[in-house]
């Protein structure tokens, strides 16, 4: 609709197209837009445990295997909250070996300090992968996403 107002420029087509009754619109997949309408708000990106994996890159966040569980590093328990911050992906052992202890206390280490994801993360869990034509404008590559 946005092309078709002029409001938006199609950069890259699926190669599909919508028909009408008297035309045919290529499918979009990526455009720009002719002018940028500030968001009054930051979205914010819903915590679930896919998306946790693909912050973490599908890694335990202790070890570096790959990542099973999800594990809140102060546990709930003890008044750990459910936010970004607190949850990292685990592999199955680290998890069990962790338990409901904090990480003082267990003598393991994070990897990383887990933040909440930029956007183009969030892109990627919505979707699940990365079309080619996307590449240039989230910054990533197929070869970093198999990775």
């Not at 890159?57 to 003890?78: F, L, T, V």
């Amino acid at each position: 609709m946005l092309v078709l107002a002029e409001k938006a420029e199609l950069l890259h087509g699926t190669g599909q197209h919508f028909h009408a009754e008297r035309i045919a619109i290529p499918e979009p997949s990526v455009v720009r837009l002719s002018y940028y309408v500030k968001v009054p708000y930051q979205a914010r990106i819903a915590l679930n445990r896919r998306a946790v994996f693909a912050r973490d890159g599908h890694r335990c966040q202790y070890c570096g295997s790959a990542a099973e569980n999800i594990d809140h590093i102060i546990p709930r328990s003890k008044g750990g909250p459910h936010a970004w911050d607190n949850v990292v992906a685990a592999c199955r052992p680290c998890n069990t070996r962790k338990r409901d202890r904090m990480l003082d206390e267990t003598g393991m280490h994070l990897r990383r300090k887990p933040t909440t994801p930029r956007e183009r993360t969030w892109i990627l869990v919505a979707s699940g992968t990365v079309r080619p034509d996307w590449e240039p404008y989230l910054g990533v590559s197929s070869a970093t996403l198999s990775a």
